[in-house]
């Protein structure tokens, strides 16, 4: 398999356009090579090469701002060792992976704790998932519920099967893993994201995964308390205490406070729907990307329709109910229904500020949040604090060795 990207130049992506097309060559010939029981095959037909070169036109738009090369040659070489025999080398926490769909363990409230993370980027959710179950005070019990698109859960399952302790059977120590396709699961994202990038005509802020949030109960509809992550997150120090929280009747969402915004810095006062709805308009904003929901709570207050129906008050409103991005419609949803946090439990702006107040203490901190522009995986990301993210990446493993991982690494900081 390490032949792979050297036979078709795939390692050159990092020069241009060409090479993104070999990732689209490369991609379709794994689909259509793949068969037996790991994963079926797609029938290749002229939408799903349309749909092929979509994405890869986002990559290129991308190519310059990413670690392209080393993301795509470990990309495309785990699409490839999905249909081999694997020889596992344990370089991540114990995990059991799980891909019965039915398995009762996915909704058992009682025996496990229950975590989510809606991403595309192989690298971010390594980390995450890493960091978590590595920090957590009983790994057990952690089921981790991963939704992603078709190649990056073939890609995750690849990695964990050959990385992590497995545990094979319905009573292993290790956590939970359950990594689902979003293709398919929950058209509400797609409209609301539509909805959200006619108004704001961004295109960043219209990507799904920042939107399945809004529909956790439509998801997991047994669930009663759910973790969710961002993934531009790494996890520290243990987080466990959070789910003996007590919540109130009317909680719904843990989350630290941003004092540092108030909801009249984003929301129109001046139109009536906001002035009746919204009030007092210097309440502080609250954060997301580290947040614990209260599901049955949620259910109760119907705040899934809640949100569709800001959504719907904003497209009649022609967009001036409040300014950009998903934070907004957020903010108006869970209005009232919010219980505050410690600022430990989350620190962000990592990915707004090259230095930080407060260094002394960031590894005493619960999570850190690379929320902004520059993400630790960006070859343009501050390059402080980002050995914090990488120490997840198990960069010692062949496979990272293989895909060059090591050249990012000079006198004690990471180059990406």
């Not at 009649?316 to 991005?325: C, E, F, I, P, Y």
């Not at 439990?345 to 107040?357: E, F, K, S, V």
Request: charged share 15%; proline share 4%; with cysteine.
């Amino acid at each position: 398999p390490m032949m792979t990207l050297h036979r078709f130049g795939a390692w050159h992506l990092v020069a241009g356009s060409a090479a993104i097309l070999g990732f689209l060559f490369l991609s379709l010939l794994f689909l259509t090579s793949q068969s037996g029981e790991r994963e079926k095959a797609p029938v290749v037909t002229e939408g799903l090469v349309s749909d092929y070169v979509n994405e890869c036109s986002h990559f290129k738009a991308q190519l310059d701002n990413t670690i392209s090369a080393p993301h795509a040659c470990l990309m495309l070489e785990l699409l490839h060792l999905s249909s081999t025999t694997l020889t596992t080398t344990h370089t991540s926490p114990s995990v059991t992976i799980v891909d019965d769909d039915g398995d009762p363990r996915l909704t058992d409230n009682s025996n496990y704790d229950h975590f989510l993370l809606c991403s595309d980027g192989l690298f971010a959710a390594m980390a995450v998932i890493n960091s978590t179950i590595s920090t957590y005070a009983h790994p057990e019990r952690i089921v981790f519920h991963v939704i992603t698109d078709t190649h990056t859960r073939i890609a995750l399952r690849t990695w964990f099967r050959i990385t992590a302790r497995q545990h094979t059977s319905a009573t292993g120590s290790g956590a939970l893993l359950h990594i689902q396709a979003f293709e398919g699961r929950i058209k509400e994202v797609m409209r609301s994201a539509t909805i959200l990038k006619g108004n704001m005509g961004m295109q960043k802020y219209s990507n799904p995964f920042n939107h399945i949030r809004f529909y956790l109960p439509v998801l997991f509809p047994e669930l009663e308390r759910l973790l969710v992550f961002d993934d531009d997150i790494i996890v520290l120090n243990d987080v466990s205490w959070l789910f003996s929280v007590r919540f109130g009747e009317a909680d719904v969402v843990l989350s630290v406070a941003d004092c540092s915004k108030q909801f009249k810095s984003i929301f129109n006062y001046s139109h009536p729907q906001v002035q009746q709805s919204l009030n007092p308009s210097n309440q502080c904003w609250f954060y997301l990307g580290f947040n614990l929901y209260h599901l049955q709570n949620w259910i109760k207050y119907d705040l899934t329709k809640v949100y569709n129906d800001w959504l719907a008050k904003q497209k009649a409103a022609g967009g001036m109910l409040w300014a950009l991005g998903s934070m907004p419609p957020a903010l108006a949803t869970f209005h009232g229904h919010v219980k505050h946090l410690s600022p430990y439990w989350h620190m962000t702006d990592l990915g707004y500020q090259h230095a930080l107040r407060h260094t002394q203490g960031i590894r005493l901190m619960a999570s850190l949040h690379w929320n902004g522009v520059f993400k630790p995986w960006l070859r343009d990301g501050f390059h402080d604090y980002k050995d914090l993210w990488l120490q997840h990446l198990a960069i010692e493993h062949p496979l990272l060795q293989y895909c060059q991982f090591d050249t990012i690494y000079r006198n004690g900081h990471y180059y990406l």
